[in-house]
T-cell receptor, first 110, second 114 residues
Framework: TQLLEQSPQFLSIQEGENLTVYCNSS?????LQWYRQEPGEGPVLLVT?????EVKKLKRLTFQFGDARKDSSLHITAAQPGDTGLYLC??????????FGGGTRVLVKP | DTGVSQDPRHKITKRGQNVTFRCDPI?????LYWYRQTLGQGPEFLTY????????KSRLLSDRFSAERPKGSFSTLEIQRTEQGDSAMYLC????????????FGQGTRLTVV
């Protein structure tokens, strides 16, 4: 069974601060995706990383895939209240199936 | 807007009753997934369709759960003889292509079993 562990589980910061969320596994994934979910809604895809060592930037968000394709990180620069939400990483395993981590709840206070 | 709609958004049912949820992806979504999410947790895989074929079903899914995708378009998820432990958000997601696993989620159906 492929498991993804996210840390921290909860992060509370002030507007303007930076934050990093980690996603770790002992398994290798073909690709890894990051989603953001707001209360009462479904997850929304942010990015997909495929190549080991890959770095992708989406405005103030920077995503990195580990060289061994077992881990990933999401870094937010100058966080804003609109960044508040549940951040989920999901790894692509066998059979076109996504395995999700437990999520990191981020609260950005104004 | 991902184009994936789920109905109903909320469902309250008594223990022992059967419930059915519907998911309507866009026509380009040849792949369709059902996930279950409990409070404070990430989504848990339930089952996966490629067009009308159900290719995988989680071992965690009891015989009380069944899903269909007739004609490869909309999908239904039925839970028979509901239990309180079935209370969760049920998420449907669509995807395009054979090799791509990017998933576009609907807003989910929140089930409460009382």
């Amino acid at each position: 069974t492929q498991l993804l562990e996210q840390s921290p589980q909860f992060l509370s910061i002030q507007e303007g601060e930076n934050l990093t969320v980690y996603c770790n596994s002992s398994s290798v994934f073909s690709s890894l995706q990051w989603y953001r979910q707001e209360p009462g809604e479904g997850p929304v895809l942010l990015v997909t990383v495929v190549t080991g060592g890959e770095v992708k930037k989406l405005k103030r968000l920077t995503f990195q895939f580990g060289d061994a394709r077992k881990d990933s990180s999401l870094h937010i620069t100058a966080a804003q209240p609109g960044d508040t939400g549940l951040y989920l990483c999901a790894g692509e395993g066998a059979g076109n199936k996504l395995t999700f981590g437990g999520g990191t709840r981020v609260l950005v206070k104004p | 807007d991902t184009g994936v709609s789920q109905d109903p958004r909320h469902k309250i049912t008594k223990r022992g009753q059967n419930v059915t949820f519907r998911c309507d992806p866009i026509s380009e979504h040849n792949r369709l997934y059902w996930y279950r999410q409990t409070l404070g947790q990430g989504p848990e895989f339930l089952t996966y369709f490629q067009n009308e074929a159900q290719l995988e079903k989680s071992r965690l899914l009891s015989d009380r759960f069944s899903a269909e995708r007739p004609k490869g378009s909309f999908s239904t998820l039925e839970i028979q003889r509901t239990e309180q432990g079935d209370s969760a958000m049920y998420l449907c997601a669509g995807g395009r292509g054979q090799l791509n696993t990017e998933a576009f989620f609907g807003q989910g159906t929140r089930l409460t079993v009382v």
